[in-house]
């Protein structure tokens, strides 16, 4: 019996999870014949409730059909909104109604748009008959629906969860959704009066599934607003994947875009569960989200992810496989992630700094555990923990300022790239000019807390194999072999990892640099960077852009508002503010086509972070679907402030089991 149970329940679990992962792409689809009888009504529901597949910013190919290019015409859909469809894999248009009832139709006959109709019409069914109330009835539903959306929002807002084991009327504690609408209960008395047990049984808008439609409804808002905010342009995409307290690999999207007024934003759009982490699983996830928002990869103009082989395989990364269907995704590995490396490498390659940050780890641990051994913290220390603390502080300082500046949203590459340099310049200075001020802060420390010194001209000593002479003095040693070997590894592994600072693309992206009133400027090596996006731009814009380039850069030059630009985020903002952007549109596109190239994947890193937060060890079976809802509306909060119930109600309505006249 147990056994019997367990199959039922996890082939339970495996359709619901079928009907939140449906695809999306109508060539990606399975017939409807091939679903279980008792789950078709329900899968094409579903498909109806979602529509056609319309991606509206997908470029679409031409073909040569007879003597003349055609390609299939975006116009359509609107003309044909209810059923016209295209897939973006095969390009292929197809009908909706046609691959949910065709085959019904050639056994039973009749019509496929009929029974569309028949299938979501309301009016002739039980439900409906219900709802066809008079106005009292009508507006009770209204005062429980609006209630329990109050209630999601408070939720989805804190991150919190909403439902418990047992939420029966006898439970003590219902857990926060529906304690959350007693106390509003409670303490407003229309809402009271028609709520919870003074509602009708079958329509107390309590239940787990209103819940998620709700949730759902906030969630596609939200990112309604950030695909209205791309408005069919060019935008960056960073992805990341990592397995969840449930041990689910999940992959996080976020794209980078300009705004309409220049301001460069990054947007979480959802989390994806993957089967597992290979390229081109993400690749298929990837290409499905996309079909169900209506955008394409023709639109991508940059790709950033970390190191991990899957992501930045330059054969069969997931890199790769977006460059071949769209050549202009450049691909940036996170700044973030480099800058991590180049600090790791020195405690990999060089013992002594290996071995403090060991020892160091290691008294935290004990002395943070006691007040008492925090006292005993001073008395352990030698003179070698004290100048690799005092050493490695500094180090580690200098490169804190770049990696908190590069997990900003707004940074830009080119600054980036400009912070990078500068840290490099300030290591050098240091390893020139730093000794001297360096062991000034050591014998000071020392000296204030009772640490015996070390004589510099005595020989040194290696810990390691004392009774072994060294023939070193310990300047020799803490000087040469310390001191500046680890700074020179520093600058070395900085020249290796940030590879793209020496690519033509960013060598020509630096004439578009507003800094010192543009004295960056190249009219050749922006040409060039106009080669870089092919389809970004005709061949007669090309031409103009010749002409443009030195309206442009005398016109900004002349105008005293743009001589203190620190960065192009800045520049594109400025440009919007003073009507720029329409004096000179080709500029600005090139401009707004340099700032999609993603800088770093710490905002999708601190989805991950959310996801921690909202999918927690007592909350771990939360399904797929609901998870990418509430993580949507707990990071994008801004967007999320700014939907109305009265939008949510809307939305909420117009799904097919919740039709009400």
Same mark, same amino acid.
């Given at each position: 019996?147990?056994?019997?149970?367990?199959?039922?329940?996890?082939?339970?679990?495996?359709?619901?999870?079928?009907?939140?992962?449906?695809?999306?792409?109508?060539?990606?689809?399975?017939?409807?014949?091939?679903?279980?009888?008792?789950?078709?009504?329900?899968?094409?529901?579903?498909?109806?409730?979602?529509?056609?597949?319309?991606?509206?910013?997908?470029?679409?190919?031409?073909?040569?059909?007879?003597?003349?290019?055609?390609?299939?015409?975006?116009?359509?859909?609107?003309?044909?909104?209810?059923?016209?469809?295209?897939?973006?894999?095969?390009?292929?248009?197809?009908?909706?109604?046609?691959?949910?009832?065709?085959?019904?139709?050639?056994?039973?006959?009749?019509?496929?748009?009929?029974?569309?109709?028949?299938?979501?019409?309301?009016?002739?069914?039980?439900?409906?008959?219900?709802?066809?109330?008079?106005?009292?009835?009508?507006?009770?539903?209204?005062?429980?629906?609006?209630?329990?959306?109050?209630?999601?929002?408070?939720?989805?807002?804190?991150?919190?969860?909403?439902?418990?084991?047992?939420?029966?009327?006898?439970?003590?504690?219902?857990?926060?959704?529906?304690?959350?609408?007693?106390?509003?209960?409670?303490?407003?008395?229309?809402?009271?009066?028609?709520?919870?047990?003074?509602?009708?049984?079958?329509?107390?808008?309590?239940?787990?599934?209103?819940?998620?439609?709700?949730?759902?409804?906030?969630?596609?808002?939200?990112?309604?607003?950030?695909?209205?905010?791309?408005?069919?342009?060019?935008?960056?995409?960073?992805?990341?994947?990592?397995?969840? *307290?449930?041990?689910?690999?999940?992959?996080?999207? =976020?794209?980078? $875009?300009? !705004? #309409? /007024?220049? +301001?460069?934003?990054?947007?979480?759009?959802?989390?994806?569960?993957?089967?597992?982490?290979?390229?081109?699983?993400?690749?298929?996830?990837?290409?499905?989200?996309?079909?169900?928002?209506?955008?394409?990869?023709?639109?991508?103009?940059?790709?950033?992810?970390?190191?991990?082989?899957?992501?930045?395989?330059?054969?069969?990364?997931?890199?790769?496989?977006?460059?071949?269907?769209?050549?202009?995704?450049?691909?940036?590995?996170?700044?973030?992630?480099?800058?991590?490396?180049?600090? *790791?490498?020195?405690?990999?390659?060089?013992?002594? =700094?290996?071995? $403090?940050? !060991? #020892? /160091?780890? +290691?008294?935290?641990?004990?002395?943070?555990?006691?007040?008492?051994?925090?006292?005993?913290?001073?008395?352990?220390?030698?003179?070698?923990?004290?100048?690799?603390?005092?050493?490695?502080?500094?180090?580690?300082?200098?490169?804190?300022?770049?990696?908190?500046?590069?997990?900003?949203?707004?940074?830009?590459?080119?600054?980036?790239?400009?912070?990078?340099?500068?840290?490099?310049?300030?290591?050098?200075?240091?390893?020139?000019?730093?000794?001297?001020?360096?062991?000034?802060?050591?014998?000071?420390?020392?000296?204030?807390?009772?640490?015996?010194?070390?004589?510099?001209?005595?020989?040194?000593?290696?810990?390691?194999?004392?009774?072994?002479?060294?023939?070193?003095?310990?300047?020799?040693?803490?000087?040469?072999?310390?001191?500046?070997?680890?700074?020179?590894?520093?600058?070395?592994?900085?020249?290796?990892?940030?590879?793209?600072?020496?690519?033509?693309?960013?060598?020509?992206?630096?004439?578009?640099?507003?800094?010192?009133?543009?004295?960056?400027?190249?009219?050749?090596?922006?040409?060039?960077?106009?080669?870089?996006?092919?389809?970004?731009?005709?061949?007669?814009?090309?031409?103009?852009?010749?002409?443009?380039?030195?309206?442009?850069?005398?016109?900004?030059?002349?105008?005293?508002?743009?001589?203190?630009?620190?960065?192009?985020?800045?520049?594109?903002?400025?440009?919007?503010?003073?009507?720029?952007?329409?004096?000179?549109?080709?500029?600005?596109?090139?401009?707004?086509?340099?700032?999609?190239?993603?800088?770093?994947?710490?905002?999708?890193?601190?989805?991950?972070?959310?996801?921690?937060?909202?999918?927690?060890?007592?909350?771990?079976?939360?399904?797929?679907?609901?998870?990418?809802?509430?993580?949507?509306?707990?990071?994008?909060?801004?967007?999320?402030?700014?939907?109305?119930?009265?939008?949510?109600?809307?939305?909420?309505?117009?799904?097919?089991?919740?039709?009400?006249?």
């Amino acid at each position: 019996m147990e056994k019997f149970l367990k199959r039922k329940s996890a082939s339970t679990s495996e359709t619901e999870s079928n009907l939140d992962d449906l695809p999306w792409d109508p060539a990606k689809r399975k017939k409807i014949l091939e679903y279980h009888p008792n789950q078709r009504d329900e899968v094409r529901r579903k498909y109806l409730d979602r529509g056609p597949c319309k991606p509206y910013g997908h470029n679409f190919p031409k073909k040569m059909i007879g003597k003349s290019l055609r390609r299939f015409n975006p116009a359509w859909f609107d003309q044909y909104a209810n059923w016209h469809e295209y897939s973006v894999s095969k390009d292929k248009a197809f009908c909706l109604c046609c691959y949910l009832f065709r085959d019904d139709i050639q056994k039973q006959g009749g019509n496929d748009a009929f029974k569309c109709d028949s299938l979501m019409n309301q009016n002739h069914s039980i439900e409906h008959a219900f709802y066809k109330q008079d106005d009292v009835a009508k507006n009770e539903y209204r005062i429980r629906l609006n209630a329990s959306i109050d209630a999601s929002r408070y939720l989805l807002r804190q991150g919190l969860s909403f439902r418990a084991h047992d939420e029966s009327v006898e439970s003590d504690n219902k857990r926060n959704f529906k304690q959350l609408l007693k106390y509003t209960a409670e303490q407003n008395e229309v809402v009271g009066k028609v709520a919870l047990e003074n509602a009708p049984k079958n329509n107390q808008m309590t239940s787990p599934p209103i819940q998620k439609d709700i949730v759902y409804c906030f969630a596609e808002e939200v990112v309604k607003s950030i695909i209205e905010e791309i408005d069919h342009g060019d935008f960056g995409l960073l992805v990341d994947e990592s397995a969840d *307290v449930s041990h689910k690999e999940q992959m996080a999207v =976020v794209f980078r $875009f300009v !705004d #309409k /007024i220049g +301001t460069i934003k990054e947007r979480f759009i959802g989390v994806v569960h993957v089967r597992d982490t290979s390229s081109l699983t993400l690749k298929h996830a990837i290409d499905d989200l996309f079909a169900k928002y209506g955008l394409s990869l023709k639109n991508i103009r940059g790709q950033g992810y970390d190191g991990a082989s899957n992501m930045k395989g330059e054969f069969n990364g997931l890199r790769s496989l977006i460059l071949r269907e769209n050549s202009s995704g450049y691909y940036v590995h996170c700044f973030a992630h480099q800058l991590q490396l180049v600090i *790791v490498a020195i405690a990999k390659k060089h013992f002594e =700094v290996g071995d $403090f940050f !060991d #020892k /160091i780890s +290691t008294m935290l641990n004990v002395v943070g555990a006691s007040n008492v051994k925090h006292m005993v913290l001073l008395i352990i220390c030698t003179h070698l923990i004290v100048f690799y603390m005092h050493f490695m502080l500094h180090i580690l300082g200098l490169t804190e300022n770049l990696s908190m500046a590069l997990q900003t949203k707004d940074q830009d590459i080119l600054n980036a790239v400009s912070l990078v340099e500068s840290t490099k310049r300030e290591l050098q200075k240091f390893r020139d000019d730093g000794w001297d001020s360096l062991m000034v802060k050591v014998h000071s420390f020392c000296k204030k807390h009772d640490v015996d010194m070390v004589m510099m001209e005595n020989e040194f000593v290696d810990f390691r194999r004392p009774r072994k002479r060294t023939n070193t003095t310990n300047l020799q040693y803490y000087k040469i072999s310390c001191f500046n070997f680890v700074l020179d590894l520093q600058l070395q592994e900085f020249n290796d990892r940030f590879t793209e600072v020496n690519t033509q693309l960013l060598i020509c992206m630096a004439s578009l640099s507003p800094t010192s009133s543009f004295k960056q400027f190249d009219k050749d090596k922006l040409m060039k960077l106009v080669d870089f996006y092919p389809d970004d731009f005709t061949s007669v814009e090309r031409f103009s852009l010749e002409q443009q380039f030195d309206i442009y850069i005398d016109n900004v030059k002349e105008d005293k508002r743009f001589s203190n630009l620190k960065s192009l985020g800045d520049f594109s903002r400025l440009m919007v503010e003073t009507q720029k952007h329409l004096a000179h549109p080709l500029v600005y596109r090139l401009l707004k086509l340099v700032l999609t190239l993603p800088v770093a994947t710490a905002t999708v890193e601190r989805c991950f972070s959310a996801m921690k937060f909202v999918k927690t060890t007592s909350r771990n079976g939360i399904r797929d679907q609901f998870l990418s809802d509430c993580l949507v509306c707990f990071i994008e909060k801004e967007l999320f402030e700014s939907v109305t119930n009265e939008t949510v109600m809307k939305r909420f309505q117009t799904m097919a089991q919740h039709r009400v006249c």
